[in-house]
């Protein structure tokens, strides 16, 4: 029957969503955390090299991202957002329409104002011989970006998801007035 | 042999002295750091303080307080005291003086230069400055786009000068070469330095000496730490090492030829001063080599008090009480960002 079938799907969609959600709650802690190992790797720094040579003084006021968000959309699905190099060229998307390039402030670690055509790492910003604590944070810093773009793709699959059970719950309502 | 020391140094320097022993006895105690830990922000930290000799230091910050204006007053209560000293001393007592600031001048050249690298307002540099490096042509220096430019330009006449003399080059000034150059003139200056202490003879050598010694080695052993996976190259690496250690010069040369950490670990364990250094690294603090040459500075500049009529105090008094703004500031930073796990990594100073 139709409402069996519908009453199936609608447990999937709603297991779906409850894995999603704890998958979310873990990557945000995975986050915390390592934006947390950043900022103290970032205080140890200065204390290795002095506490006026890590600062806004080091970086420029304009500067070029390294990394950037690209937004797609798939026909039936939600949208999803990944993290590539601002430098490399990507592939065309197989969908119907192609989200426009967005442009993402991330941590100022990641970016950076390059004369050259080869973009600097930011870790020269600080000298060519950093201590160990810069590059253990600027590693942080990194996966936490990653980690980022993938709780904005996680945190739209669920607003969608629950669109979608809230449409299949209506169905169902029309389908099997009683006692659901 | 009669030592002359103790005939005619209280005659010039007596004062300066007694004065400067004074001053090491307000340094922040065990009891103040345990009382500094238990603060639970900036605040409380700053109340804490204004109980030491700190005083009321931060009276005229406007809020929120941040550990960089922290770290800015203590500089400046800093260079009050050290001006103080500086302005009443006699030679060669001043030259000695001459000679600690100079390490502070560079530091200041350098954060001009990569301010001007990334355009950078001078006054904006200039407040970060630190104020025992000041001279008087330090806002000429972003002018400046190669090494000798600088050094004719600017440099010529601060005491700077004589320490130019391998970093002449008309390379064009960037990231890497900024690097080398910072570390070429740290070389020649510690260089200079040593030979002055030497020269001077006296207890003055027998206590900075063994100081100035150690300070190459460690310079020595963190480029070469720091170099690892960077663009520098071994030929270059070699010629930043400062001779006047106990590295030089057998062990200077395999530093250079070092690749990884184990490497370096190697070399230092030939020299029975470096070995016990290096096996404290790592172990259940996570002590980074950094910290352990931080201890190993302060054990030496506390000794330096054992000893009377030689100019080691001062040095070792401006050391003990940096080793101590560096305590408050990783504490402070710490507190700020609510991450208490490791605020007791600092190093008292007993």
């Not at chain 1, 039936?76 to 329409?97: H, M, N, Y």
């Not at chain 2, 260079?79 to 030679?91: A, G, M």
């Not at chain 2, 630190?130 to 440099?155: C, Q, W, Y």
Request: charged share 25%; with cysteine; net charge negative.
């Amino acid at each position: 029957m139709e409402v069996s079938a519908l009453r199936e799907e609608l447990d999937s969609m709603f297991l779906q969503l409850l894995s999603d959600l704890e998958e979310l709650e873990a990557k945000r802690a995975a986050l915390n955390a390592r934006v947390e190992e950043g900022w103290l790797s970032l205080a140890k720094a200065r204390y290795a090299m002095g506490a006026k040579s890590v600062g806004p003084l080091q970086y420029a006021s304009r500067m070029e991202p390294q990394v950037c968000v690209r937004a797609s959309e798939a026909q039936d699905g939600p949208q999803t957002f990944r993290v590539i190099k601002a430098d490399s060229q990507t592939p065309e998307e197989l969908g119907p329409r192609e989200a426009s390039l967005r442009r993402r402030k991330g941590p100022t670690k990641t970016q950076e104002s390059g004369a050259s055509v080869v973009p600097q790492d930011p870790l020269n910003w600080f000298g060519i011989l950093v201590p160990h604590s810069l590059r253990q944070a600027q590693a942080s810093f990194r996966d936490g970006l990653q980690l980022a773009a993938d709780i904005a793709s996680l945190q739209t699959r669920i607003t969608w998801g629950r669109d979608q059970l809230r449409g299949l719950q209506k169905r169902l309502k029309e389908l099997d007035p009683g006692p659901a | 042999m009669l030592e002359t020391a103790e005939l005619h140094f209280n005659v010039d320097h007596g004062y300066l002295e007694g004065l400067v022993r004074g001053c090491k006895a307000s340094l922040l105690t065990q009891q103040d750091y345990v009382n500094l830990v238990q603060c639970e922000t900036l605040e409380d930290l700053k109340i804490h303080l204004q109980t030491t000799e700190y005083g009321n230091f931060l009276a005229n910050e406007t809020n929120p307080l941040t550990v960089s204006k922290i770290d800015t007053e203590m500089r400046k209560k800093l260079c009050r005291e050290f001006d103080y000293f500086r302005n009443h001393s006699l030679e060669p007592l001043s030259t000695f003086f001459t000679y600690m600031t100079c390490s502070y001048m560079i530091d200041n050249v350098i954060l001009l230069m990569n301010g001007a690298l990334q355009k950078k307002s001078v006054k904006e540099v200039l407040a970060k400055c630190h104020p025992l490096g000041r001279f008087t042509e330090m806002e000429a220096v972003n002018i400046a786009e190669t090494t000798s430019d600088l050094f004719k330009a600017v440099l010529v006449e601060t005491p700077l000068a004589p320490f130019f003399q391998d970093c002449m080059s008309e390379n064009t000034l960037d990231e890497l070469n900024i690097e080398l150059l910072r570390n070429k003139l740290y070389k020649s200056y510690l260089e200079a330095f040593y030979k002055f202490c030497k020269d001077h003879g006296d207890v003055t050598a027998e206590i900075m000496c063994p100081i100035l010694e150690f300070e190459a080695d460690r310079r020595a052993l963190i480029i070469t730490l720091n170099s690892f996976g960077t663009e520098l190259s071994k030929e270059d690496r070699e010629t930043l090492f400062p001779t006047c250690g106990k590295l030089y010069p057998e062990g200077l040369h395999l530093l250079a030829q070092a690749e990884d950490f184990e490497q370096m670990k190697r070399v230092a364990d030939n020299y029975g001063v470096y070995k016990p250094l290096f096996e404290a690294v790592g172990g259940p603090g996570g002590k980074t080599l950094e910290d352990v040459f931080y201890e190993r500075e302060v054990e030496m500049n506390v000794l330096a008090f054992n000893r009377q009529f030689h100019y080691g105090v001062f040095y070792a008094y401006v050391k003990l009480k940096e080793q101590e703004m560096r305590n408050i500031v990783w504490i402070a930073e710490c507190i700020s960002q609510r991450h208490r796990t490791k605020i007791n990594s600092y190093i008292p100073i007993l």
